[in-house]
C-alpha cells in the first residue's frame, strides 16, 4: 500500500520559514492535502490540491509537489502556528485514503 | 454553515460493537452530491481513515478495518452513521465525522466534527 513519510518534529524561530515535507513513490502525480491540528482540536485544512489555499488561511502558507516530496511553507511563522501537521492524498490504485505520520511544528 | 456533530458511547466493552452517528446540520445529506466521512486519531497518534459514504449509499472503506466496518446513511434523521465490531483497546481513539470539500473522494474535507472519544474497556 501506499506510504507518505513525514519528518516527526520540525523546530523554526518565530519570523522564519519552516518547510514541512510528505515523501511518497512519485508523490508528485498525486495531488497532496494539508491539515493543520492543534491538541485538543479537530484538523484544520491548510492546502488543498497542491499549492490552493483555503480562504482564512494566511498567505504565509503555501504548498508545492514534485517527484517524490510535497512540502508545505510557512513563511515568517508565528507562535500560532505550531502544532500537527498532516499530509493527506487518496490512492487512486487501491481507492482509498492514505495520511503521512503528522508532524510536530515547534515555534522556539 | 454546516455543523457536524458526532454522538454516540464513550465507553464500549471489547469484543462488542462501536455505534457513532453523525448528525449533519444547515445543509441535507439526501440532497448534496458530498462524500462524508469517518476518520480517527488513538490518542498521542495520527489521523487513520475510516471509510466514506456517498450520498446515494455507495461506500469505500480503509483495507485494514474494512471486515469489521459499516458506514450508512439515515436520510430521515439527517445523520450518518458508523458501527465497528469486535473491538479491541487498540479501537480507543478520538472518532471524527468529516465532510469533503467537493464530490469527489480525491478532494480535501473542509467541515469536520469536533471528535468524540471512544475508550474500549471493560
Known amino acids: 500500500s501506499y506510504v507518505l513519510t513525514q519528518p516527526p518534529s520540525v523546530s523554526v524561530a518565530p519570523g522564519k520559514t519552516a518547510r514541512i515535507t510528505c515523501g511518497g513513490n512519485?508523490?508528485?502525480?498525486?495531488?497532496v492535502h494539508w491539515y493543520q491540528q492543534k491538541p485538543g482540536q479537530a484538523p484544520v485544512l491548510v492546502m488543498y490540491?497542491?499549492?490552493d489555499r483555503p480562504s482564512g488561511i494566511p498567505e504565509r502558507f503555501s504548498g508545492s509537489n514534485s517527484g517524490n516530496t510535497a512540502t508545505l511553507t510557512i513563511s515568517r511563522v508565528e507562535a500560532g502556528d505550531e502544532a500537527d501537521y498532516y499530509c493527506?492524498?487518496?490512492?487512486?490504485?487501491?481507492?482509498?485514503?492514505?495520511f503521512g505520520g503528522g508532524t510536530k511544528l515547534t515555534v522556539l | 454553515q454546516l455543523q457536524l456533530q458526532e454522538s454516540g458511547p464513550g465507553l464500549v466493552k471489547p469484543s462488542e460493537t462501536l455505534s457513532l452517528a453523525c448528525t449533519v446540520s444547515?445543509?441535507?445529506?439526501?440532497?448534496?452530491?458530498?462524500?462524508w466521512d469517518w476518520i480517527r486519531q488513538p490518542p498521542g497518534k495520527g489521523l487513520e481513515w475510516i471509510g466514506s459514504?456517498?450520498?446515494?449509499?455507495?461506500?469505500y472503506y480503509n483495507p485494514s478495518l474494512k471486515s469489521r466496518v459499516t458506514i450508512s446513511v439515515d436520510t430521515s434523521k439527517n445523520q450518518f452513521s458508523l458501527k465497528l465490531t469486535s473491538v479491541t483497546a487498540a479501537d480507543t481513539a478520538v472518532y471524527y465525522c468529516?465532510?469533503?470539500?467537493?464530490?469527489?473522494?480525491?478532494?480535501?474535507?473542509?467541515?469536520w466534527g469536533q471528535g468524540t472519544l471512544v475508550t474500549v474497556s471493560s
Open positions: 468529516a465532510r469533503h470539500l467537493m464530490s469527489q473522494l480525491h478532494s480535501p474535507w473542509d467541515y
Open positions: 444547515d445543509g441535507s445529506i439526501s440532497s448534496s452530491n458530498f462524500y
Open positions: 459514504i456517498y450520498s446515494s449509499g455507495s461506500t
Open positions: 512519485n508523490i508528485g502525480s498525486k495531488s
Open positions: 490540491y497542491d499549492g
Open positions: 493527506q492524498v487518496w490512492d487512486s490504485s487501491s481507492d482509498h485514503v492514505v
